[in-house]
């Protein structure tokens, strides 16, 4: 979006081994090299991160300079000689190795990162062929600093990457180095532990296998694992996350290619999270309750019981209820939709609240270009935060904030309940103690703000209802480019909004014909049938409730009959993130016994001889894209694993006038609502369950 | 205290008022031997006139490295709206060198006179005395020092009615060689791990805390009192074309009289070591001598005797000037032990920062370490030539170099010594249980 304002950039003509280049002056050599395909290895050297020049691997020759040069460090200028292949060059990468690998352990056959190793692939290439290292290595035992994170000094090729993406990227600057000489090692700067955000960012961009992952180490080879890059289906940032899989089996979340539109992101939950999915506690057979006790029956059983109890309770006039999941996909929470209001006949629907994205659509009723995309948080020069401790509900937007900070000097504003990480780099951090309080914290920024060129406005559930209108009242009296994020929980929180799971709108915030009951009434109504589908509402009075979860949660524990659903990691479909960018999942892995909500969905239609259409994934998609406004999204974007983005309504949205239902979970980095619970990564870290607002951010 | 008695070549400038009877350091002694009056008079000069004496008396860095002072001085953006800094570099750590040591135990308002002058050039209203960690002893002179240029009103707030302002503080190392890289020293001073910085930026326009500053050794600053007094020609004239004024040279190792000599630049090396240095030790001959602390490369006797102590002759023959730390090896000495101290040192001392001279000094510690045990072979003599040179220009800071060097003219002119230590002369079998036990 918001485009800089253009400068004058000065270009300049150099040689790389004998090849003219131009290139804007003061880019650094070796990103040049790179652009001209002239390949300089490097191991300090990490795009986005600040200049080491420690590992000497990227020395070229300069004519005119004396010594080797560290291309990483060097800023292009114009007539300068390079060449990245001449004798001294080969030579020095290989001296360079050779140094390296001298106290190297070299136990790539059982090292996790054998087959996915930089040093293993720049000794391949450049190394030497022997060894004249006879000497005794030094050693130092393996170190254990969280249930996550784990270091191995003697492989370390002290690079500094995890020390930077910790500091510079997350904030939170858990790692230093300590001793010196031969003897140094990175260490948390804590003592002997971690106290941090168990992201394992640095075990990511670790290029070697010095650091490893608690929940990985030791169980596979890489090439042994399937690679499925799917979206992360804990918060609503949506980053893509890859699932290694063997044997029917994930054995790793990490960020394989930094594909995603979380490039080199992944937080805790995206990467060891999953493994709730194989929980001893996940539901596996369909269950009734039969004098009082839930027992197992088969899925035809269950299934027959479901679509008898619709037709009868609908065919004697009886009441329903809906609740749809925030976990659940598009497809299966418009398929739900359209099962209810078509099929059931009833217009109580709705789901967990979590953000008011509709007050926001209908404030900004004949604006355009007004809702920002995670890349826009990167790109803009000024943001402002409400609300919303971001660094742990929203930590990959919080990251591209931090690097927009960090590259591009944006400031960044907030206006929370209590301390918050931004803080450390922020323009202005202010604190209010009441909602009342909040617009005049924002009345204090206004005239800073009115400074700033452009802005992008991120609101938590603290602004909702009628303050939304006024926030973007008061975005409108700044004078400059507002852009607007409304942030919601979970990882399709937003796609269960698009897909109009609401009792008065339908899909694409369109009125629905007839509005129904809110979630709390419904529990409250004494309901004939409550139907509720990935999520935990509680049982309320209902006669009869229907549950499809993966786990016995205190609704499905009180329910008449549940249905063992499939997760996210298990089935196709899409979803969309807090920003509305839609991506596609893939299934990794199965479990025995459960089924995806869709299908789930479709054999009860079936069974109760409803006609809903063709209830595949992609059918519905189909569907969705020709009939839910702003989804008419490119395929072949997300089928090759990018986002695309919604464009939802351009138009007032009739809105049902109950802000107090809008209320965040107030999840934090440990946290992920039922799926967080059964995740022994995240309960097993000293963190857990943490705090928000925490003053040691 | 003084080390030893002063010698009559010697040209005292800087030690001047040491040698004094009676003389203690203190403000009211500094002062009644002309103290701070060259401040005083710097006061009336421009800056730029300031640096033009400064040009003119040829000073170069006494630090080790020899970088014109005045050139220096002229670098540092004075307009810029940031604060400017002093900095002292009191690191000294280079074995063989105790030269600064011998300026602030005896004379500290010297060197407080010369970062005011500094101070007043640059528009510095701060300055930091960074003390190597080894001389704790020294942080208490140098902070006694400190005080009484306050109580006298030479620091502190309008300096004697002059209007400028300037606040010094000394600032303890922790005991690393590495501090002392001017780069690595501003970390350290900034309260961070002692790690090297890329260069440029050079402190001169980005230093301490990003701001422009003036870094300069103990010695340095020390002189510049002495050339706005004598006038920048005579002091240059005290030395060499290119190379001006006196320089504390440290004479240590196999001398009969080891001491802290005010020598003028261009002393020539064989009357230095016979006259003021009293001799090789025990009238033997010398074997090695390094000119200016141990990172220099090393020369044999025969080279050094016919050189003179400046900055082009040392160059010439190969070697350096360095700090002025002079180490005389006699023939009894064991360059293979020599050469083995010498990477123990840098081994200990490297930062750790980058991968050659981290790896490097440590690989070649054990191999020297092998070789002087006698269980190396004739390729591990090469190896230890081959693996300075590999690290020799590819690290990040010059320590790497430091460690390089003098290994490398070891090695190459002692290769003998190191022959005769291998464990398995090819001609010799082995025999008895004896020699298999040393070979360990
Ligand atoms: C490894 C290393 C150690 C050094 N140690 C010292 C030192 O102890 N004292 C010093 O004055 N300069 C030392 N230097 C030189 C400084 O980097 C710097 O050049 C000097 O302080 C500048 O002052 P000068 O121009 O007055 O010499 C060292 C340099 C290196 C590379
Ligand atoms: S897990 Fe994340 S927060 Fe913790 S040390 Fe690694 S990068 Fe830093
Ligand atoms: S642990 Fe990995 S990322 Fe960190 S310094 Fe060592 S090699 Fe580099
Ligand atoms: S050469 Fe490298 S490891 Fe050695 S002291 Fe300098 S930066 Fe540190
Ligand atoms: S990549 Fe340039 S020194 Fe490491």
Redesign the interface.
């Known amino acids: 979006m918001m485009t800089a304002t253009p400068t004058e950039v000065t270009t300049v003509t150099l040689s790389i081994n004998g090849q003219s280049v131009t290139a804007p002056a003061g880019t650094l050599l070796i990103e040049v090299c790179k652009k001209l395909g002239a390949e300089v290895p490097a191991f300090c050297y990490y795009e986005g991160f600040s200049?080491?020049?420690?590992?000497?691997?990227c020395?070229v020759e300069i004519e005119k300079f004396?010594?080797?040069q560290?291309s990483c460090?060097i800023p292009v200028s114009e007539g300068m000689v390079v060449r990245t292949e001449s004798p001294a060059v080969v030579a020095?990468r290989k001296?360079?190795l050779?140094?390296?690998l001298?106290?190297h352990p070299l136990d790539c056959p059982v090292c996790d990162k054998g087959g996915e190793c930089e040093l293993q692939d720049m000794t391949f290439r450049y190394g030497a062929g022997e060894s004249?290292?006879t000497?005794?290595k030094?050693h130092t035992p393996e170190k254990q600093w969280s249930p996550v994170v784990f270091y191995d000094a003697p492989r370390c090729?002290?690079c500094y990457r995890c020390v930077r993406v910790c500091d510079e990227g997350l904030g939170v600057g858990a790692l230093?180095?300590q001793?010196?000489?031969?003897?140094?090692e990175i260490i948390p700067n804590m003592g002997d532990h971690l106290n941090c955000d168990e992201c394992g960012a640095c075990i990511d961009i670790c290029p070697v296998g010095a650091l490893t992952s608690g929940a990985y180490r030791y169980k596979t080879r890489p090439w042994e694992m399937n690679h499925v890059g799917t979206v992360c289906t804990h918060c609503s940032n949506g980053c893509k996350t890859t699932l290694g899989v063997r044997t029917d089996e994930i054995i790793r979340g990490n960020n394989r290619d930094h594909s995603g539109i979380n490039g080199e992101f992944l937080c805790g939950k995206g990467r060891y999270a999953f493994d709730f999915n194989k929980h001893e506690d996940r539901l596996t057979s369909p269950l009734i309750r039969k004098d009082g006790q839930l027992v197992e029956v088969s899925w035809s059983e269950a299934l027959k019981a479901v679509a008898t109890k619709f037709s009868e309770t609908q065919a004697a006039g009886g009441s329903f209820g809906v609740i749809g999941g925030v976990h659940s996909t598009n497809e299966e929470n418009y398929f739900l939709q359209k099962f209810a209001r078509q099929g059931l006949k009833t217009a109580n629907i709705d789901h967990q609240r979590t953000g008011d994205v509709p007050a926001l659509l209908d404030a900004l009723s004949g604006k355009s270009d007004v809702l920002a995309t995670t890349d826009d948080l990167y790109n803009t020069a000024a943001a402002l935060v409400i609300g919303s401790d971001l660094a742990q509900q929203h930590p990959f937007l919080a990251y591209q904030l931090r690097a927009n900070g960090r590259h591009h000097n944006a400031r960044v504003y907030t206006v929370t309940p209590g301390k918050v990480r931004e803080a450390d780099y922020a323009a202005a951090s202010l604190i209010y103690g009441s909602t009342a309080e909040l617009f005049a914290k924002l009345d204090e920024l206004r005239d800073r703000l009115k400074a700033e060129p452009e802005l992008v406005i991120l609101f938590s559930d603290a602004v909702k209802g009628a303050d939304v209108a006024k926030l973007v009242a008061y975005g409108d009296s700044l004078g400059i480019k507002v852009k607007y994020v409304a942030l919601v929980d979970y990882s399709n929180s937003r796609g269960a909004l698009d897909m109009g799971l609401l009792p008065t709108l339908g899909p694409g915030y369109h009125a629905a014909p007839v509005s129904g009951l809110a979630a709390p009434d419904m529990l409250a109504a004494g309901l004939d049938v409550l139907w509720v589908m990935g999520a935990d509402p509680g049982k309320g009075n209902a006669k009869f409730t229907v549950v499809q979860d993966m786990f016995l949660t205190p609704t499905a524990a009180a329910a008449d009959i549940v249905l063992p659903s499939a997760s996210a990691y298990e089935k196709s479909g899409t979803v969309t993130n807090v920003c509305g960018q839609v991506q596609k999942l893939k299934p990794a892995v199965r479990t025995m016994g459960t089924k995806p909500d869709l299908e789930i969905m479709g054999l009860i239609a079936r069974e109760m001889g409803l006609n809903l259409g063709i209830w595949t994934h992609d059918h519905v998609l189909t569907e969705i894209r020709s009939s839910v406004a702003g989804y008419n999204v490119p395929l072949p974007v997300i089928q090759t694993g990018g986002a695309a983005q919604a464009q939802p309504v351009n138009g007032r949205v009739p809105l049902d006038g109950r802000p107090e239902l809008v209320q965040s979970a107030q999840d934090t980095l440990f946290t992920s609502g039922t799926l967080g619970r059964y995740s022994k990564a995240l309960t097993s870290v000293i963190e857990y369950p943490g705090k928000l607002y925490s003053d040691n951010q | 205290m003084l080390f030893n008695e002063p010698h009559p070549l010697e040209t005292r400038v800087l030690t001047k008022r040491m040698h004094e009877p009676g003389y203690n350091g203190t403000v009211e002694a500094y002062e009644r031997y002309g103290g701070y009056k060259q401040f005083l008079k710097a006061v009336e000069m421009t800056p730029d006139d300031i640096i033009g004496e400064v040009k003119t008396s040829n000073l170069r860095g006494r630090g080790g490295a020899g970088f014109p002072t005045g050139m220096k001085w002229g670098f540092v953006p004075r307009q810029s709206p940031k604060p400017k800094y002093i900095v002292v570099n009191g690191d000294e750590s280079e074995p063989g060198t105790c030269k600064d040591r011998v300026l602030i135990e005896n004379d500290p308002h010297l060197l407080i006179e010369g970062c005011l002058i500094a101070a007043r050039v640059v528009g510095a209203e701060r300055g930091y005395v960074y003390i190597r960690g080894e001389y704790r002893y020294l942080i208490d002179i140098m902070e006694r020092a400190i005080d009484e240029a306050y109580r006298a009103g030479w620091l502190g707030k309008n300096i004697k009615g002059t209007g400028i302002n300037f606040d010094l503080r000394a600032h303890s190392g922790a005991g690393?060689y590495?501090c002392g890289e001017e780069s690595a020293l501003l970390e350290s001073l900034e309260g961070k791990?002692g790690?090297p910085r890329?260069r440029p930026p050079f402190p001169a326009v980005a230093g301490l805390y990003a701001s422009p500053t003036v870094l300069n050794n103990v010695e340095t600053f020390a002189a510049v009192p002495s050339i706005l007094e004598m006038g920048g020609k005579a002091w240059a004239d005290l030395g060499i074309e290119k190379a001006g004024g006196t320089k504390l040279t440290c004479l240590t190792g196999h001398f009969n009289k080891p001491g802290v000599y005010e020598l003028t630049l261009g002393f020539p090396v064989e009357k230095m070591i016979n006259e003021v240095g009293g001799g090789v030790r025990g009238g033997r001959k010398m074997k090695a001598f390094i000119p200016g602390g141990s990172s220099c490369p090393v020369l044999t006797g025969d080279e050094a005797w016919p050189l003179n102590m400046d900055y082009d002759s040392m160059a010439k023959a190969g070697s350096m000037l360095g700090s002025g730390g002079v180490i005389l090896m006699d023939e009894t000495t064991d360059m293979v032990k020599a050469a083995l101290r010498i990477m123990h040192f840098y081994?200990?001392?490297?930062?750790?920062?980058?991968?050659?001279c981290?790896?490097?000094?440590?690989?070649l510690k054990?191999?020297l370490t092998?070789l002087d045990a006698g269980s190396g072979s004739a390729r591990d003599i090469d190896?230890v030539g081959d693996l300075a040179k590999?690290m020799l220009?590819?690290?990040?800071c010059p320590l790497g170099d430091a460690a390089a060097l003098p290994t490398m003219s070891i090695v190459k002119k002692f290769r003998h010594e190191f022959e005769a230590k291998l464990s398995r002369p090819v001609s010799v079998p082995v025999t008895s249980p004896d020699q298999l036990v040393s070979l360990g």
């Open positions: 200049l080491q020049a420690a590992c000497r691997m020395l004396p010594k080797l560290a460090t020095a001296d360079m050779e140094f390296l001298s106290n004249r290292f000497e005794i030094v090729i002290l230093g180095i001793y010196r000489g031969v003897g140094a | 690393a590495e791990r790690n890329i081994a200990h001392e490297s930062c750790g920062w980058c991968i050659p981290r790896e490097g000094t440590a690989w054990k191999l092998r190896l590999n220009g590819r690290t990040f």
